[in-house]
């Protein structure tokens, strides 16, 4: 399983169907390194920093890098949907380490990954 930025925010701020979810079966679970930055970039301030780095070393997630593969998928995926899908680099990146890795994605965002053929998706409701 792939947690989605949206989902690890939600459980940060104290969102109990974000906490269910990912209590629930998914540890230990990975991220992409886009998720981690974009988790901080959604960051109130320090507290939930520290917060963060806390559950993820509780949880023992591991993050996923980019390679050349994941990001020759992502190059394609934003060629291939940009255009017709608005499909964002950050979620091309994620949608591709989720193919690359062949994981599933829980994420409450499933309108930006949908239309992506062979993704497989949990959709998340906070």
Do not use: C
């Amino acid at each position: 399983m792939l947690i989605d930025s949206d989902v690890l925010i939600w459980y940060i701020r104290g969102n109990k169907n974000a906490q269910t979810a990912v209590n629930n079966n998914n540890i230990p679970f990975k991220i992409s390194v886009i998720n981690y930055m974009e988790v901080i970039q959604g960051m109130k301030d320090k507290k939930e920093l520290k917060a963060f780095q806390k559950y993820l070393k509780k949880w023992s997630v591991e993050i996923l890098q980019i390679n050349e593969n994941i990001s020759t998928r992502a190059m394609f995926l934003v060629e291939d949907y940009f255009l017709s899908h608005s499909l964002e680099l950050g979620d091309a990146i994620i949608a591709s380490t989720v193919l690359e890795n062949q994981k599933i994605l829980l994420t409450g965002n499933d309108k930006h990954y949908k239309f992506i053929p062979n993704i497989q998706i949990q959709k998340f409701k906070p």
